[in-house]
């Protein structure tokens, strides 16, 4: 069993940045990908960004070129760098740890929230 933990969401203006952590509550030593996703209201959660075990990075389209998803192994730990924020990125971002093709856990979310 893994417990996802994140961290880092609050409200943040037009073109701020945030940036969410999440942690492992232990060692991973095999995974396929982590990774965040988000869901806004009235939406369908949406892949936001993933990393594979291997460090190959997958983003939306809409994030690229703003977010960056990096990994501390000896943290255990993710991250989601947010800059050039839009109201639209307004959302819960989840955490989540593919451990296996069946396994899969998720964070209990941190909101982001456009402030003007």
């Known amino acids: 069993q893994v417990r996802l933990v994140e961290s880092g969401g609050g409200l943040v203006q037009a073109g701020g940045s945030l940036s969410l952590s999440c942690a492992a509550s232990?060692?991973?030593?095999?995974?396929?990908?982590m990774g965040w996703y988000r869901q806004a209201p009235g939406k369908q959660r949406e892949l936001v960004a993933t990393?594979?075990?291997?460090?190959?990075?997958n983003y939306a389209d809409s994030v690229k070129g703003r977010f960056t998803i990096s990994r501390d192994n000896a943290k255990n730990t993710v991250y989601l760098q947010m800059n050039s924020l839009r109201p639209e990125d307004t959302a819960v971002y989840y955490c989540?740890?593919?451990?296996?093709?069946?396994?899969?856990?998720w964070g209990q979310g941190t909101q982001v929230t456009f402030s003007s």
């Open positions: 989540k740890l593919a451990l296996t093709p069946i396994y899969n856990y």
């Open positions: 232990r060692t991973i030593f095999s995974f396929i990908a």
């Open positions: 990393m594979s075990s291997r460090g190959t990075t």
